[in-house]
């Protein structure tokens, strides 16, 4: 059995002060801005300015490209609005990323009000003057949207407005009717949107408010989800309409909302007297469609989900939902497309939480308590080494912060046939379990916090960094021999200026 070969070359300490492997600067940045609301403090920090300086320093490396692919990458597949915002104001901010600016910024704009936030965060990152080529991105991406959008996101007490906009990048409009939209722009006669805070402001919070935005069909997916709450507290008698909604296949694909919104409304709205069990069914129904047509992973998969204390913090300020909530979340939708699984929960110990497939997604999701105790990664696999339990592939749901070890696995041999009798290393357990149970098993590290390190690295080993339904995704580009997750960004081309329900992360 190889060792686990900690140099200076490979290995650094995790946050919890525990050896762990470096990442290469690209897997990193890749797992830092895709499991990040961006400015938001973790249970170890705010690893802001560290995603900062890495991302510049690829730049600068003339790596400018990948950023440029990460961005809209974060932006079109994982729903996360500020850190692409955040990327493309770095690269119009270096020299050597400005060729880029173009491709990111309209591959990011699928809203027109992100067109706002680039400029306000580049303005914050680097103040006055504005790159040309920035101006140039924003002065194209300002023709792609029309006058409701424009409206929809003008108003507030913003910083920048869409006023500012033009006045800045000096943009020409593509045709009359663009042309039209500026001029009222410019002259402050943008009509006011019908948007359900428009209505609301307008007309109050009330049942016969709600039925006519419901009826509209101008509520977006993540403003049906954000005010589930609020719609059943008004007793809106057409609320049969937003439950069909959150089970529209197509709906959902179209507005990328991440499946912990829908099961953080099941956590909101399941305690309120007007609930009833199809409001929670269509929520179900929410989740069952983000996996529906994700292929099945054959064989058997151990699901390991990660329920230690560093998984307590909430992904924002703003918001209820732990780490822990997705990792329980992302366990049970991988379950649902495994054809056979095994799932445990993993703290200082170690616990089988085995589903079945005729639960729902959200049930077998919240039937997992959340314990808090120390990270020790490697006990599912010693569960897995104890029993000898064949499994094809494990699937590692966790933040990768260990700080327990094996205190004395000496029933372990390795390829000698030798006893071990000192604590072993993740990595060391899992070449155990190679050479002992299964020698093509398969591992895939879901990092769902981003800090920089990882436990695991070697054969058949991978990490994924997100926090909805396209990890599975890459799971399979993975084990059918189409590279990581980092080859996948420097391959992805996705550039778009339509004005789509994008979920509004971040």
């Known amino acids: 059995m190889s060792k686990f070969n900690w140099n200076k070359t490979n290995f650094t300490f995790n946050k919890s002060g525990f050896k762990a492997y470096k990442l290469e600067d690209k897997e990193k940045l890749a797992s830092m801005v895709l499991t990040t609301m961006f400015g938001e403090e973790k249970f170890y920090g705010d690893n802001t300015s560290e995603l900062v300086s890495l991302a510049v320093d690829l730049i600068q490396r003339g790596e400018g490209q990948f950023v440029a692919n990460l961005a809209v990458f974060a932006r079109n597949e994982m729903g996360l609005r500020s850190v692409s915002h955040a990327l493309c104001a770095l690269l119009a901010g270096n020299e050597k990323g400005k060729e880029f600016v173009k491709f990111a910024v309209l591959g990011v704009c699928k809203r027109a009000d992100d067109i706002l936030e680039i400029l306000s965060c580049y303005i914050h990152l680097y103040g006055k003057p504005i790159a040309n080529s920035l101006k140039k991105a924003l002065a194209k991406a300002m023709n792609n949207f029309d006058e409701y959008s424009f409206g929809k996101y003008n108003g507030g007490k913003k910083e920048v407005k869409f006023i500012d906009v033009l006045r800045l990048t000096h943009a020409k409009a593509k045709n009359e009717e663009q042309n039209k939209i500026f001029n009222a722009i410019i002259n402050d006669t943008l009509k006011t949107p019908y948007t359900w805070e428009t209505q609301l402001s307008e007309k109050g919070n009330t049942k016969e408010v709600w039925e006519e935005l419901i009826d509209s069909g101008k509520l977006g997916m993540m403003a049906l989800v954000r005010n589930l709450n609020n719609i059943l507290n008004s007793k809106a008698g057409n609320v049969d309409k937003v439950l069909a909604t959150f089970e529209n296949e197509e709906a959902i694909k179209k507005s990328k909302i991440l499946p912990f919104r829908f099961y953080s409304a099941f956590l909101n709205v399941e305690k309120n007297p007007n609930c009833s069990s199809k409001v929670l069914d269509a929520l179900e129904n929410g989740i069952e469609a983000s996996v529906k ?172 960094s997100g926090w909805n339904e396209k990890i599975f995704d890459f799971m399979h580009l993975e084990e059918e021999g189409f590279g990581n997750l980092v080859k996948v960004i420097e391959l992805y081309n996705e550039v778009s200026g339509n004005d789509v329900d994008v979920d509004a992360e971040g």
């Open 293 to 464: 047509n994700i292929p099945i992973l054959k064989g058997k998969t151990c699901i390991a989900i990660d329920v230690s204390g560093s998984m307590s913090w909430p992904i924002s300020s703003n918001s209820q939902v732990r780490c822990s909530d997705i990792a329980t979340l992302l366990g049970a939708m991988a379950s649902r497309i495994c054809e056979d699984s095994i799932v445990m929960t993993f703290d200082t110990n170690i616990q089988r939480h085995d589903f079945s497939s005729k639960n729902g997604i959200i049930a077998n999701a919240k039937s997992i308590p959340f314990t808090g105790g120390g990270t020790a990664i490697g006990l599912p696999i010693v569960e897995l080494l104890d029993d000898k339990i064949f499994v094809d592939r494990i699937i590692i749901l966790s933040d990768s912060e260990v700080n327990r070890g094996i205190d004395n696995p000496i029933q372990y041999c390795d390829d000698k046939k030798q006893n071990i009798g000192k604590p072993l290393s993740c990595q060391q357990l899992f070449e155990l379990y190679r050479n002992n149970v299964n020698k093509n098993v398969i591992l895939h590290g879901v990092d769902l916090q981003g800090y920089g390190t990882t436990q695991f690295r070697g054969k058949n080993e991978f990490l994924i």
